[in-house]
C-alpha cells in the first residue's frame, strides 16, 4: 500500500490550502483516514481524523479552521485548511489503518507535504 499526498505550498496568514491524499495498492478496508503534522522542533500531533463510519475528531487548534473529508471510492481523504496561522506551518503527513488480506490491520503513512504560513 502506498499513500501519495500532496497541496502542500506557502501562504499568507489567512489564506486557504486543501491538502489530499491518495492511497492505492492491496487495500481490504481503511478504517481511518487522518491528517497529522510536526512543526520544527515538535513532536508529531493528530489534525485531523475521519472514520469509516464518518465519526470525525480535530485538534482543538484547528477547529473551525480545517475540515477533513473523504472520498472512500477513490481511497482518498482531503484537508481544506482556512484562515491559515504561521503556527500551522508544519510538514503534514496523511495516515490510513487498513485492514489487509489476512485480517491485519496496519497504519501507512505518506510522505509528507510541506505546509508554510508566512505572517
Known amino acids: 500500500v502506498q499513500l501519495q499526498a500532496s497541496g502542500g505550498g506557502l501562504v499568507q496568514a489567512g489564506g486557504s490550502l486543501r491538502l489530499s491524499c491518495v492511497a492505492s495498492?492491496?487495500?481490504?478496508?481503511?478504517?481511518?483516514m487522518a491528517w497529522y503534522r510536526q512543526a520544527p522542533g515538535k513532536q508529531r500531533e493528530l489534525v485531523a481524523a475521519?472514520?469509516?463510519?464518518?465519526?470525525?475528531n480535530y485538534a482543538d487548534s484547528v477547529k473551525g479552521r480545517f475540515t477533513i473529508s473523504a472520498d472512500n471510492a477513490k481511497n482518498t481523504v482531503y484537508l481544506q485548511m482556512n484562515s491559515l496561522k504561521p503556527e500551522d506551518t508544519a510538514v503534514y503527513y496523511c495516515?490510513?489503518?487498513?485492514?489487509?488480506?489476512?485480517?491485519?490491520?496496519?497504519?501507512?503513512w505518506g510522505q509528507g507535504t510541506l505546509v508554510t504560513v508566512s505572517s
Open positions: 495498492g492491496s487495500i481490504f478496508r481503511i478504517n481511518v
Open positions: 495516515m490510513y489503518n487498513i485492514m489487509v488480506l489476512g485480517g491485519r490491520y496496519i497504519d501507512y
Open positions: 475521519i472514520t469509516r463510519g464518518d465519526k470525525i
